[in-house]
């Protein structure tokens, strides 16, 4: 978070703690939002049974009586990526803010005269933020230590999710729409590379679309057979396709689909489903750079596999803390980091949503019928309601890592998803967004003129759900500028 956000995060984390011990037990009366915040839901043609909105004041209710607002709050509904919220949440939970993934670089024995004879085993523990540099920093560390040789072949050891993989539902025939190219597919790998992801720049030449990746290895090429067409720039990017083939050693990513003209230079994240191809390219590209060298009948060969039980560890990096990880997440909304941080917490889907109403029940929230999919709230069948949202908000600020949660959330007109987003209470609202086909979401905190902090969740399913976002501003302004 860039320095200049962090004192206005504070402040508001302040807020609550510098009064805690002065807090009212007293229970805020609840009223029902006005006719000029539900009607602005109406007008643009939002049923009054399709949106549902809880907002609670946080203790200490400092400047007057406490009073929370609700409309139909408890009505059941998919929330999208506001279910991130919880997921981190319960990260902080269980694995606390200074967590850090591991990724271990290992051998059988340590070099001999610089040289490794033997495997390099690079075994992943599910780290959802390492990227090419990261790599290039490991390998660096080896030859720091007289790594010169690698003897043997470098295995890849992505066991850690190897139980759990059969049951996140990764099949290309499965897949959430009809993009699966599409950057927020990319799915959890113990051994994940740059999120799972890449982005590449749609060029126009004269007639041709030319494909410019942003960042590759320099073996892998990349075709365009994309048709150039008129008519306006409108949702391109999910009719396209991308294939990824192997030819010896070099990998050929082929993008299909019909671009229009008008618009002009645009970038296209894409999913990279062969991890493994991506991992060989730049381990062999980066050693090779740093001047070490491979050996052997079996050296240069990259291989899947498991870390023998007797090894010794050459070098371990150990990823950005958990602090920072779920900053990543809620503010720009990663949905492979977020089921990255479910399986590290449960294990499987199935058990993470166990232990998410398992959780949520300790902590009063009633939660009957409520169901997580997955963490990342890529989900249709996912289902909470809006008082409950509401409810786990103000009590993740009784704790005493609410700063990290707080500073996870983009901030309204500043960063993230929202940083040109929300008129007329910029620099003063935290919020996390969701949005899937006929779905909106908001859930977070807003600091009114008086100083007090509301827990606020809003959520809206409607075949007009696009047509959401003026009317929750709306609701935001309302709680903004206090009766």
């Known amino acids: 978070m860039p320095a200049v956000l962090l004192p206005a995060v504070l402040c508001v984390a302040s807020l609550f703690f510098s009064q805690a011990g002065s807090a009212t037990e007293l229970e805020p009366t609840v009223r029902i939002f006005p006719s000029s915040v539900t009607q602005a839901f109406v007008k643009k ?7 549902t909105a809880y907002a609670l004041p946080v203790a200490p209710y400092a400047h007057r009586k406490p009073q929370a607002y609700a409309h139909g709050s408890s009505r059941l509904v998919n929330p999208a990526s506001v279910a991130k919220v919880f997921t981190t949440g319960l990260a902080l939970q269980r ?3 200074t967590y850090r993934f591991k990724t271990g670089f290992h051998a059988q024995a340590e070099p001999v005269d610089g040289v490794l ?19 290039w920093i490991s390998l660096r560390q080896l030859r720091s230590m007289g790594v010169d040789v690698i003897n043997g072949p470098v295995v890849f050891d992505d066991s850690a999710f190897a139980e759990q993989v059969p049951s996140l ?3 290309e025939e499965d897949s959430f729409d009809d993009a699966p190219h599409r950057a927020y597919h990319a799915q959890p790998d113990a051994l994940l590379l740059n999120y799972g992801a890449m982005s590449i720049d749609l060029k126009i030449n004269e007639n041709t679309v030319i494909v410019v990746p942003e960042e590759a290895p320099k073996d892998w090429a990349f075709v365009s057979d994309i048709v150039l067409t008129q008519g306006a720039c409108g949702a391109w990017k999910n009719g396209m396709s991308v294939e990824f083939t192997r030819a010896k050693q070099n990998v050929i990513v082929t993008v299909k689909g019909n671009y229009p003209r008008r618009c002009g230079l645009s970038r296209l994240p894409i999913r990279i489903p062969p991890q493994d191809w991506l991992w060989e390219s730049w381990v062999k590209e980066i050693w090779l750079q740093l001047g070490g060298k491979f050996a052997g009948p079996q050296g240069g060969q990259v291989i899947k596999g498991i870390s023998p039980t007797n090894t010794i560890a050459l070098y371990t990096h150990f990823g950005k803390p958990l602090s920072e990880l779920i900053r990543q997440i809620n503010k720009w909304s990663s949905n492979v980091m977020a089921r990255h941080l479910e399986l590290a917490v449960a294990g499987t889907p199935e058990a993470f ?3 998410m109403l398992d959780w949520l029940k300790s902590q009063g929230i009633g939660v009957n019928d409520w169901f997580f999919e997955n963490g990342s709230g890529l989900s249709r069948t996912t289902r909470i309601d809006a008082k409950g949202l509401a409810e786990f908000l103000a009590n993740m600020a009784n704790r ?4 990290d949660f ?7 007109g500043a960063d993230g998803t929202l940083q040109r987003r929300v008129g007329g209470v910029e620099g003063f609202a935290y919020l996390k967004t969701g949005s899937l086909n006929g779905v909106r979401s908001l859930g977070g905190y807003l600091r009114d003129t008086q100083g007090q902090l509301w827990a606020v969740g809003v959520l809206v399913e409607s075949p007009k759900a696009n047509e959401s976002w003026p009317p929750m501003e709306s609701l935001l302004e309302f709680l903004y500028r206090p009766e």
């Open 353 to 355: 949503n166990r232990q």
């Open 400 to 403: 005493a890592d609410f700063p």
């Open 406 to 412: 707080l500073a996870s959330f983009p901030r309204a």
């Open 169 to 171: 539902g990764l099949a």
């Open 45 to 51: 043609g939002i049923a009054s049974a399709d949106f």
């Open 95 to 97: 694995l606390e803010s």
């Open 117 to 135: 004879n033997g495997p390099l085993y690079i075994k992943g523990s599910g780290d959802p933020a390492f990227q090419t540099a990261d790599l």
